[in-house]
Structures are given as C-alpha cells and as structure tokens.
C-alpha cells in the first residue's frame, strides 16, 4: 500500500518560514519524481515545485521562486518544501504528489492527505 504522508504545516505570520515533509512508503522512491502542489479555497490546485527522480531537476513555478526549495533525500524515503518569506496568500491545504515523469501534467500516481499551511498578516 503506497503511502504519501504530509506532515509542517501550520499557522504563521507573514515573513515565517515552514518546512514541509513528504514520507512515502510502500513504493520504489527513486522510480518516481516528486511534487507539491496547493490548492486555495475556490482555486484550482496548482504545481508549485517538482524534482527529478535523480533530484537533479527541479521546477518552480514563478510565484515562489526564490522563496519555495523542493528537495528529496532517498534514505529516508522523504521530499521536502523549504518555505521562506511566506505571504497571507501563500494560504492553501498543499500536497504532494508522486509521478514516473517530470512532467506532472501527464501522469500522477500518487497523492498525500494534504497539510494546512496557514499565514496571517
């Protein structure tokens, strides 16, 4: 049974940093490449970062760039989300997600419960 558990997320103020963390379990962790997504309240659940299998490639999309860092580390099974600077509408449940591409619009195997990230001004 393949697993994706999140687990950080909070409430803070604007300005905070959160770490995000994604276990999975129950599949082979380097067969597969990793995302966050976020989903707001009435919005549509978007990408925010993937990397690579290998963890050599890494996408951001442009609203957290130089603010979100996506990284994996294959011992403990483990994709992270360093997230700093963060803003009110940083607010969102966020996900991750595992998928045999990089390219996270063809293909998504696996999804986690999701983890409230909360940020006040």
């Known amino acids: 049974q393949v697993q994706l558990v999140e687990s950080g997320g909070g409430l803070v103020q604007a300005g905070d940093s959160l770490r995000l963390s994604c276990a999975a379990s129950?599949?082979?962790?380097?067969?597969?490449?990793m995302g966050w997504f976020r989903q707001a309240p009435g919005k549509e659940r978007e990408l925010l970062a993937a990397i690579s299998r290998g963890g050599l490639n890494k996408y951001y999309v442009d609203s957290v760039k130089g603010r979100f860092t996506i990284s994996r580390d294959s011992a403990k099974n483990t994709v992270y989300l360093q997230m700093i600077s963060l803003k009110p509408e940083d607010t969102a449940v966020y996900y991750c997600?595992?998928?045999?591409?990089?390219?996270?619009?063809?293909?998504?195997?696996?999804w986690g419960q999701g983890t409230q990230v909360t940020v006040s001004s």
């Open positions: 997600a595992a998928s045999p591409s990089f390219d996270f619009t063809r293909r998504i195997d696996y």
């Open positions: 129950g599949l082979t962790f380097s067969n597969y490449a």
